[in-house]
């Protein structure tokens, strides 16, 4: 079975950084592309930024400047280096990855906090 496994969530203050790291397992089909998505309570579940096999990085505009996605295509992990961050980054983290057939698989989630 698949399996994806984040670490590096917690509780900092405004203006702290975090590395969430994302390592799966399990895969029998290449991985085209790997990303983090978080939710944060009475919201939509939205993308914060994608790193495909090939291709651009992605960013969602209110993570620009501050955030940077990596991936480690060897071990099929992914890591979300959050700096300057913002008590509006509050949410539950949940890394992505996505095989050649267009199917998608999801992480348990990690909760970042930050505080004012």
């Known amino acids: 079975q698949v399996q994806l496994v984040e670490s590096g969530g917690g509780l900092v203050q405004a203006g702290g950084s975090l590395r969430l790291a994302c390592a799966a397992s399990g895969l029998r089909f290449s991985i085209v592309e790997m990303g983090w998505y978080r939710q944060a309570p009475g919201k939509q579940r939205e993308s914060v930024a994608t790193i495909p096999s090939a291709g651009y990085t992605n960013y969602a505009d209110s993570v620009k400047g501050r955030f940077t996605i990596s991936r480690d295509n060897a071990r099929n992990t992914v890591y979300l280096q959050m700096n300057d961050l913002k008590p509006e980054d509050t949410a539950v983290y949940y890394c992505?990855?996505?095989?050649?057939?267009?199917?998608?698989?999801w992480g348990q989630g990690t909760q970042v906090t930050v505080s004012s």
């Open positions: 992505n990855a996505k095989d050649m057939r267009n199917w998608n698989y």
